[in-house]
């Protein structure tokens, strides 16, 4: 795997390859927007650094700063921030900026950047199947404006894309553990799936599908567990298919303050490193629920990209040093 | 001056002036983009960490970061990025977020954040004078946008904002310096006109009004000297009316590797932090000209809030620990 793409972008970037795949960003970000604000949803600012952040990254590190001799971090989700938006506005998204240090033998997937984008969305009162139904539609519309617009860039690309069809295919996480097992993976039952069984599964696959209701031990204290499942999570993530991997996480929120607090203990998390979440939490928040889609992983998926790193103008991966 | 609007935001989001000002962001966000693409702009996807970034922040220090074993730098904006994406594309923006260890006593003009996000543009081979057009006609069709859809929010903010008149009055910076002398300001020849000075210039004026031409010695080392009058630039500054301040900074790029060098080097700069900039601009880039509009600064404007921190969801301002 080379990586003299990333490395010695400012002396490449001027490649005709670049600039079908950054035009077909470009009409992938205007049709995001243009569909939620048709839905109803007002896009904010997303934050940049904080006191805390989303801890629930999977083996990623995240980075510490020294902000005025306080110790901050810079956001490796804005999770957080969108639990405090909804109590302004009910339906909201942002353009956030994350960064994540991820482990070296990550770069190997193809599908991980240590900084990268989320269009991040939250609905105050929405449940999962809300969620699911809005995101069909979404990728749905994004993909049917790139064959639209883009049509020469994707033919120098090479990509033949089709439209999706909607309602994407479900599995619970036990139904895929059940799948990879039947292929010969073996998943540590209660954790995430790892990046080559979730590679197998999608490679199985010739559309985008869901895996809902992940135990709770693999996800964030941020998650609402489900009454009528204990020990199951309402919470879902979109893969995409073709051996292009996840696409989207999300899920209806845990809001209420005794609930987050037993969850963070469970979770080895000190809550008097959340301060101003608990203390948001204890003082009210509506039940919602979102979901996180990653840029630059919908750009490779829509360009037909070997690697995530070309999805990007300025990349930046897991250990090598890049402008 | 009482920070419990940025401290306790997490408590106080819900008031309904945020509600009306976040939708009023919104508009402002929607405007900018649809302009840009009218104008055949593409949007790209801004870096937030990097080896090296835009030293010329007037006072304010840089974040530092440990990236895998190297020291990297949070964006204090995406100047240097933006030579390298128009050797790809020839018109572009972002929006981008930028973070700045301001000195403490910037909280006292009510302008200044540590976290903040600016529409960074960029056009291959234009000039100054192509950018102040573009920028009178942005701001023009932002506002008209923002009468026209959220003139409930303004009646409610108790704002009268009337349409801009376009073109802008223009200022050298040395009749801006003479204006403020009569004034009874006195300006050091050659530096950045003072926060204080600044304000004053603004509450002069009912609409925004340009200052162009700076001396070579106020600013950072990629604008380009004017052949035609050495020692002073080919850049402006827009300021706001009313005393709300600087609202853009732009101007012409200098592109050509000796110049820049020896620029970094008259700056007290040492070239070898710039590594992959300096090796881009010896490759060759084009030309250009572009400017950065500060979001939250546009959006205190147009709401006519006395703080910029009220523009934000999620304020950071110098020296404050906050969420």
């Known amino acids: 795997m080379s990586f003299n793409s990333v490395i010695f972008r400012h002396l490449t970037i001027n490649e005709p390859r670049f600039k079908c795949i950054f035009k077909i960003q470009d009409s992938i970000l205007f049709s995001i927007r243009s569909f939620l604000r048709s839905e109803g949803f007002i896009e904010i600012l997303a934050p940049i650094i904080g006191p805390c952040t989303d801890p629930g990254i999977r083996g990623a590190k995240l980075v510490s700063i020294d902000y005025y001799g306080s110790k901050f971090k810079v956001m490796s989700s804005m999770i957080l921030y969108k639990q405090m938006m909804i109590k302004c506005y009910p339906k909201i998204f942002a353009l956030s900026p994350n960064v994540r240090i991820e482990p070296l033998e990550a770069v190997s997937t193809g599908r991980h950047l240590a ?172 039940p919602s629920a979102g979901f996180g889609i990653g840029v630059e992983r919908l750009t490779r998926y829509i360009c037909g990209l070997r690697y995530v790193w070309d999805a990007v103008p300025f990349p930046k991966i897991p250990g090598v040093i890049s402008p």
């Open 115 to 286: 900084e990268f984008r989320q269009i991040d969305l939250e609905v105050a009162y929405a449940k999962c199947e809300d969620m699911l139904n809005l995101a069909e539609r979404l990728l749905k519309k994004v993909i049917d404006d790139v064959l639209t617009n883009c049509s020469d860039e994707l033919k120098f690309l090479g990509r033949e894309l089709t439209p999706l069809k909607i309602p994407f295919k479900r599995y619970t996480y036990d139904e895929a553990i059940e799948l990879l097992s039947s292929m010969g993976y073996h998943v540590s039952y209660g954790c995430e799936i790892p990046w080559d069984a979730e590679e197998a599964l999608s490679s199985l696959h010739k559309e985008p599908f869901w895996i809902t209701s992940y135990p709770i031990s693999a996800r964030g204290f941020y998650y609402l567990e489900d009454e009528s499942r204990p020990g199951f999570l309402r919470d879902f993530d979109l893969i995409y298919p073709d051996g292009y991997g996840e696409a989207i996480s999300g899920g209806e929120r845990e809001y209420r303050y005794e609930f987050v607090v037993e969850r963070m203990r469970r979770n080895c998390e000190d809550p008097s490193n959340y301060s101003w979440y608990i203390e948001m939490l204890k003082d009210g928040v509506p």
